[in-house]
């Protein structure tokens, strides 16, 4: 019977356990997390309790030659959203595997900052281990965060690593200063065992990070050794089945298929580039959000002449680098032709961090850009929601809805979209001197001394602006866009400018949506949003990345059929976990809940009014009841698609 196996470790004793269930059963991580999330009934815990267990896991075709399927999913009730979120990292499972298991279920509290070192051999796995930094942490991060802790655990446990090359998972200081701390893996050479800095893979999204190391505190993770999940079903490392898969569902070669499937994120021909950042900016242009989303207001003239911009100091520089030069190319640390990765001065470029912390945080000048980057994948926090923090300190302080000094800035920075483009370089290196600042210290300090960015380190972007709100004259709130949850919980968008990423799902922060930059009827906009939710469960679930989801898609059913022996209908499994976790939602009291700031309302607005649907738009400039409207219609079709399951779970 093949099984999917877990450990299950207690830190706050080092005692564990390795628990094997049918496969058939739990299909994947993202299962094993619901599974295990309503066992331990952490709706009923704090977020950074002990009792909000963490559940990081790999996929079940980890160990095959696919393409994609190595990636790390972590499953916990997020300090965000305060519901369920699910939060994955490229790559881990090439080294993880070897611990003698798919998966990790953390339980309980170490009573000061630990490690937790997990080592295999070819029978399974062979110790699990709790150990004590035994040193201040605060030191050990230094001025270089994640990357000294890393290096510190390195040199710790040079023979292991030496000899098992086993993955390092690490939680920075803005795990321990925010709720927005990532887990990190940190890559290093095989040989010299250095750490490589400026490239790292994080599960970021929802707070990850801050859980391990506050709820349990668990500063870093040590993983791997040499068992080898084929030697248990040789048929994972069957390329002929692979082959005959791709051949029957797809009707093509495997190989050819995923060439096709990934081309944006090696290098797409039409487009001149590659990667998220590469063709973002080409294909989006002035779609992308810029301003903290107040790009929305501006007319389409305004808002090209920005693009203009951008296109010419913020993305060719990129493109002059590594756009076309396949040399700056790497993966995610996994053999992968998509090589998705794509450096700048050893920075790795992605969309997400980079639009976060620059054109969002109105910064347009690369450069700039790359080095607060660097500082948000040092500090190892999420550096979408940085980016968050960042532009809307800004744009309160630029409009004089709070004076600089409340946020330890010494002068205005400068929002003007105008200004901005015709003057980048001068504005650019104003706002990213700001930003610095404000990062600095939130990530370092958690804001003390500076009201307001104490507020976001304590309490995240909508309790800080909640709280403001009740203090200032002008609703600090329309200067921001979230997703609210319950009456504290909230999620910042990924970064387009669409309906389906404030929408009322049930996770968010992610691609579990439709995304695309779209307006539709609510009914209909819920239907299409569901099905994606489906296809992106089960991408997630079976450990693989999503840049593959192309030809996964296709493949996906046959493949656990055929490869791991599991007949079972995927999408309807899907559709009763994703009942599981609206139900989450709702014993955790941190449901979808109504668009809380006015902006949030008007990207939705002017997205509508951008795709030719005038009559929304104007009912919605006109009447925020309108907004609620669609929101409330929205969220009546969804639960009517997975409503009937959601009784059952
Ligand atoms: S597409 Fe990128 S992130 Fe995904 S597996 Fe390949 S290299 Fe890793």
Redesign the pocket.
Known sequence: MQTYRVIEVDVSTGSWRLVEHPLGEILGPVDLGIEVHYRDETWRCDPLAPCNTLVLGLGPFTGSPL?????GVAVFRSPLSRTLHVSTV??IGYKMRGMGAHAIVIRGAAKEPSVLIIEGDETGVKRVTVEALGTDVWRVYGKCGVYSLAGHLIAEHRDLFKTLKPVVLVAGPASLTTRAGAIVAVHYDPVTLEVIRGFV?VAGRGGPGTVMARAHGIVGIVAGGTWRPESINPRLSNRKLIESIARSVAGEPYGKLVTEK?RK??FDERLGTGGTFGVNYVHYRDLIPMLGYASVYLEKVARLKLYEAVAEYFWKPFQEEAGTNPKKW?????P??????KLVKGTKVDYEPFNALGPFSAIIVFEETRRLVELADEAGVDAIEAGYWVAWVLELAARGVIEPRDACLDERPCWDPILLAEKPRECSARNARLARIILEKILHEGGRGCPVLQLIAERGLRGAARELAERLDTDPRSYTVYAAFGEEGYMTLNLYWTPGLVAPVYVTGKYWTNYSPTFMEPEEFAKTAYERIINEYLVDNAG?????RGWLEKLIQAMYREILGVDKNLREHARRMYARIALYSRLAKAEPSHWETARTRDLVATIAAETGHTQWAERMVKDPRAALDWWERFKRELDKQIGVMQQDA
């Open positions: 393409f994609g399927s190595n990636r490229g790559g893979d990934t994120y090696r790497r993966t995610c640390g996994e992968c032709p998509a090589n998705c990765k693989f990345c999503r840049f593959h």
